[in-house]
């Protein structure tokens, strides 16, 4: 199993806002910045947020990340059928010495 | 604009190994590190490691150390990933990923390189 931990899947309507959660430990999201991923299915992954809430640029504002203790969150406003993908957390296991990702969430926009 | 192509599609026998290359353009290849994840059907990300493009140092996770060698070749801008002892289990989509400014920071990614491990 994953060393990060999220919700298997999310969903919500088209115009709402949805969080995703990613758990860890002190050893990775406690003390190194996380990344989140969006990922279609057939492609690959693309970066949305980095050290815990920066959005590299071409990322909508609807995409935000936030961090508190060994939790992180990717929150998604105005929600649209094209969000629909899975979305991946990551970040630096200071005790595996690895970088670590959560199992993925699937979205989907009812 | 920065781009990594991967090499095509592969079919090897269990036992064989499997060497997929990543060429990169549109950045100084030296700059900045060349992760390697791959990704089983259906199944999340999973990170096998790095290479520092500039000093050839390497870091492998140990979920597949002894089985994969990380290299690059800097005048030809190509990073490689070597897995051997192949299993069926290793089956999978196989992306290089470059990292800046952070360790779990992929900011480009390959196309995607399909290896697939049958009898």
């Known amino acids: 199993q994953s060393v990060l931990t999220q919700p298997p899947s999310v969903s919500a309507a088209p115009g709402q806002k949805v969080t995703i959660s990613c758990s860890g430990s002190s050893s990775n999201i406690g003390n190194n910045y996380i990344s989140w991923y969006q990922q279609f299915p057939g492609t690959a992954p693309k970066l949305l947020v980095y050290?815990?809430?920066k959005r590299p640029s071409g990322i909508p504002d609807r995409f935000s990340g936030s961090k508190s203790g060994t939790s992180a969150t990717l929150g998604i406003t105005g929600l649209q059928t094209g969000d629909e993908a899975d979305y991946y957390c990551?970040?630096?296991?200071?005790?595996?010495?690895?970088?670590?990702f959560g199992g993925g969430t699937k979205l989907t926009v009812l | 604009q920065v781009q990594l192509v991967q090499s095509g599609a592969e079919v090897k026998r269990p036992g064989a190994s499997v060497k997929v290359s990543c060429k990169a353009s549109?950045?100084?290849?030296?700059?900045?590190?060349m992760h390697w994840v791959r990704q089983a059907p259906g199944q999340r990300l999973e990170w096998m490691g790095w290479?520092?493009?500039?000093?050839?140092?390497?870091k492998y996770s140990e979920v597949y150390q002894g089985r994969v060698t990380i290299t690059r070749d800097t005048p030809a801008n190509t990073a490689y990933m070597e897995l051997s002892s192949l299993r069926s289990e290793d089956t999978a989509v196989y992306y290089c990923a470059r990292a800046m400014g952070g360790p779990a920071r992929f900011d480009y990614w390959g196309q995607g390189t399909r290896v697939a491990v049958s009898s």
């Open positions: 050290d815990n809430n």
């Open positions: 290479i520092n493009a500039g000093t050839g140092k390497v």
């Open positions: 990551a970040t630096w296991d200071d005790s595996l010495r690895d970088v670590v």
């Open positions: 549109g950045y100084t290849f030296t700059s900045a590190a």
